[in-house]
T-cell receptor, first 114, second 111 residues
Framework: GAVVSQHPSWVICKSGTSVKIECRSL??????MFWYRQFPKQSLMLMAT?????????EQGVEKDKFLINHASLTLSTLTVTSAHPEDSSFYIC??????????FGQGTRLTVV | RKEVEQDPGPFNVPEGATVAFNCTYS??????FFWYRQDCRKEPKLLMS???SGNEDGRFTAQLNRASQYISLLIRDSKLSDSATYLC????????????FGKGTSLLVTP
């Protein structure tokens, strides 16, 4: 199947700093990628839809100024958590689809804000 | 009402047992349905798509009832390696491929 690579796999940062997470489709082009977040014992929740060459679409309740998404190429989307706080600690994961309907997920990024 | 609801379990079953998971979804416009498997602290991986006519893949059988907005997964002859969280996943029904996830059902297969 298609490969989606996400980096870093885990990060610990101080409160108030920003963290950038990269999501790459390695063997296909993805005009659309999705960013999800999963808190402990909760389901994966869609945060935003990342569109190549245009603005991301954010889900209700997700602050677009806090979670900056850039999808500058057909193989790369980035999520930047700005001014991170402990409540932003979570598992962030991206997904993309090739020409089929199966969603391929990155390995996820475990963010801990201290 | 949540978009996708599942019994969180845990389901503890012995090796060789048959176990069934159920899921309901709220968006009647949804067109795509899946079961994903998620191991602890890992990304979800597709187990199987679910089709209206029902489909089988080895020991796994999935069923879809659109009228009831109900999806099921049956695992026969459980293996230790089947221990994981099983996510019921439903397409959002609009353009694009965003997905709604259930919380997952935890399965532990014991020797």
């Amino acid at each position: 199947g298609a490969v989606v690579s996400q980096h870093p796999s885990w990060v610990i940062c101080k409160s108030g700093t920003s963290v950038k997470i990269e999501c790459r489709s390695l063997d296909f082009q993805a005009t659309t990628m999705f960013w999800y977040r999963q808190f402990p014992k909760q389901s994966l929740m869609l945060m935003a839809t990342s569109n190549e060459g245009s603005k991301a679409t954010y889900e209700q309740g997700v602050e677009k100024d806090k979670f900056l998404i850039n999808h500058a190429s057909l193989t790369l989307s980035t999520l930047t958590v700005t001014s991170a706080h402990p409540e932003d600690s979570s598992f962030y994961i991206c997904s993309a689809q090739d020409s089929g309907t199966e969603a391929f997920f990155g390995q996820g990024t475990r963010l801990t804000v201290v | 009402r949540k978009e996708v609801e599942q019994d969180p379990g845990p389901f503890n079953v012995p090796e060789g047992a048959t176990v069934a998971f159920n899921c309901t979804y709220s968006n009647s416009a949804s067109q795509s349905f899946f079961w994903y498997r998620q191991d602890c602290r890992k990304e979800p991986k597709l187990l199987m798509s679910v089709y209206s006519s029902g489909n089988e893949d080895g020991r796994f059988t999935a069923q879809l009832n659109r009228a009831s907005q109900y999806i099921s997964l049956l695992i026969r002859d459980s293996k230790l390696s089947d221990s994981a969280t099983y996510l019921c996943v439903v397409g959002r029904g609009n353009s694009g491929y965003a997905l709604n996830f259930g919380k997952g059902t935890s399965l532990l297969v014991t020797p």
